[in-house]
């Protein structure tokens, strides 16, 4: 690590920003020793914010269905090969009732963009698992939508939404994606779910094809001005069946960078060491915990549907139970000395705008 390197860190930790030129200076120069000490400096930003304390988010993957095309997606609309499947209310409710007593507070449906899933039919099914367990907070990851469907379905009782924004970078946006979707869509989707009062997420893959220090860069700064509650990020890792069949994977080690540094920029942020990123690292979620990160997301679909969601190649937890994967976690987060906790885990003093 150089003094320059040595400066931003310190700059960083001090301001919580960074210009984008420092922060793709930051990315390039890395090394090993700049990686081990922000990551000293994000785990104790984040133990002053959570402790020892690690969130846990059932994920129910509740429709394999999608009418996009994202290039690097494995349920993408023209993979003739993927499995497609649509989990019924019943199927939802009682995934969501076998979670709660496995000691999740927090579920989150996510899906491909299926019609099926109207304002009416999952607004229904939000609102029957919040009723059966008010205790618990709904995050959906359901893609983009208009407002007034973000609305619906807030108003149905839905508290968080996942909307990676994938790249702050128009035109790297254009390389990801067909031409049917747009940036200026999705940052105003974005923009709409936090007006309307949602806890937001967004977030990217590390590593997507054409990214550069450059677009990296954009993605902090857009992190740090957007100022979302939640940041999902986690390798790229190709998928057999997709147009970046060919492409290489995103890296461990610059995830866990990209972690530290969004943990240094946001120290409430909420942010998953994620199953892309246990994928490529058989101790990746157990790195990103020791990186920064504070929350995991195991899987509660049910299994017989698991292997029909496959974003990309190899992902881990398609043959497990999901109480194997909440004890598989529970003993992975032990291991580095910290522990899942029965939390709604919302982000700090956040509070929904109609109560
Ligand atoms: N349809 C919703 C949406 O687009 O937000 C939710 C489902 S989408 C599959 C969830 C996330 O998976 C995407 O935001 C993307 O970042 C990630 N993803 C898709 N393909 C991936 C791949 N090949 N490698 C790693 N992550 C991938
Ligand atoms: Fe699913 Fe480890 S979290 S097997």
């Not at 649509?86 to 199927?91: A, S």
């Not at 590390?206 to 100022?227: C, H, M, N, W, Y």
């Not at 029909?308 to 992902?315: A, F, G, P, S, V």
């Amino acid at each position: 690590m150089n003094n320059r390197e040595k400066e931003l860190i310190e700059r960083l930790l001090r301001e919580r920003s960074l210009s984008e030129a420092e922060y793709a200076e930051l990315i390039e120069n890395r090394d090993g020793e700049a990686a081990g000490r922000l990551a000293e400096h994000a785990v104790e930003t984040r133990k002053a914010v959570f402790g020892d304390a690690v969130y846990t988010r059932g994920l129910i993957e509740i429709s394999s269905i999608c009418k996009n095309n994202c290039l690097y997606c494995g349920i993408r609309r023209d993979n003739r090969n993927a499995e497609r499947y649509r989990l019924t209310k019943e199927d939802i409710l009682s995934c969501a009732d076998e979670g709660y007593g496995l000691g999740f507070r927090t579920y989150v449906l996510q899906g491909g963009e299926d019609a099926f899933f109207s304002d009416e039919v999952l607004g229904d099914i939000v609102s029957e698992i919040k009723r059966k367990h008010p205790d618990c907070a709904v995050t959906l990851s359901m893609g983009e939508r208009s407002r007034e469907s973000y609305q619906a379905l807030y108003d149905a009782g839905a508290d968080r939404y996942l909307l990676r924004h994938e790249t702050a970078a128009p035109e790297h946006y254009a390389k990801l994606h067909p031409k049917e979707m747009s940036f200026e869509n999705r940052m105003q989707c974005l923009q709409d779910l936090k007006e309307i009062g949602y806890q937001v997420g967004c977030g990217f893959m590390v590593g997507s094809p054409f990214q550069t220090a450059d677009t990296l860069a954009k993605d902090l700064k857009f992190i740090e001005t957007f100022r979302p509650a939640m940041c999902g990020i986690g390798p790229f890792i190709p998928h057999h069946d997709t147009p970046f069949r060919e492409e290489r994977a995103g890296t461990a080690e610059l995830t866990l960078f990209l972690l530290s540094v969004i943990r240094l920029i946001l120290p409430e942020v909420l942010l998953p060491a994620t199953t892309a990123l246990g994928t490529i690292d058989p101790k990746g979620r157990e790195k990103g915990i020791l990186a920064g990160a504070n929350v995991v997301m195991p899987n509660l679909s049910p299994v017989r549907v698991r292997r029909k969601y496959e974003l990309y190649d190899n992902k881990i937890c398609t043959g497990e139970e999901s109480a194997e994967c909440r004890g598989c976690l529970e003993a992975r987060m032990k291991s580095v000395g910290y522990r899942l906790v029965i939390d709604r885990g919302d982000a700090p003093g956040f509070e929904r705008n109609d109560q």
